[in-house]
């Protein structure tokens, strides 16, 4: 079973930059997929950035050119890069891990992101 963290969740004026980071407690250089998805109140989870084990990034529309998904094979960790923050980003982002074989994939507990001024 595969434990993920996040962290730099926080409360961001408009315009404003955050990185989140995703911990893992064990090696991700063998998972398929690595994800970062959010939750506003209301509304149903989506999917925001999915980088592959080869590297390759995906990325919803709303938040092309803003947010950039990366991953460190070497510390185990994904992190998402998120400017021009704007008050819709508003949400619990949430880690996901998903491999080809596994029963399900696996989630962090969220980081709140908060954009207002």
């Known amino acids: 079973q595969v434990r993920l963290v996040e962290s730099g969740g926080g409360l961001v004026q408009p315009g404003g930059s955050l990185t989140l980071s995703c911990a893992a407690s064990?090696?991700?250089?063998?998972?398929?997929?690595m994800g970062w998805y959010r939750q506003a109140p209301g509304k149903q989870r989506e999917a925001v950035a999915i980088i592959t084990k080869g590297g390759s990034a995906t990325y919803a529309l709303s938040v092309k050119g803003r947010f950039t998904i990366s991953r460190d094979n070497a510390k185990n960790t994904v992190y998402l890069q998120i400017h021009s923050l704007k008050p819709e980003d508003t949400a619990v982002y949430y880690c996901?891990?998903?491999?080809?074989?596994?029963?399900?994939?696996?989630w962090g507990q969220g980081t709140q992101v908060t954009v207002s001024s």
């Open positions: 064990e090696s991700i250089s063998s998972i398929d997929q």
């Open positions: 996901n891990a998903n491999k080809v074989g596994w029963p399900s994939s696996y």
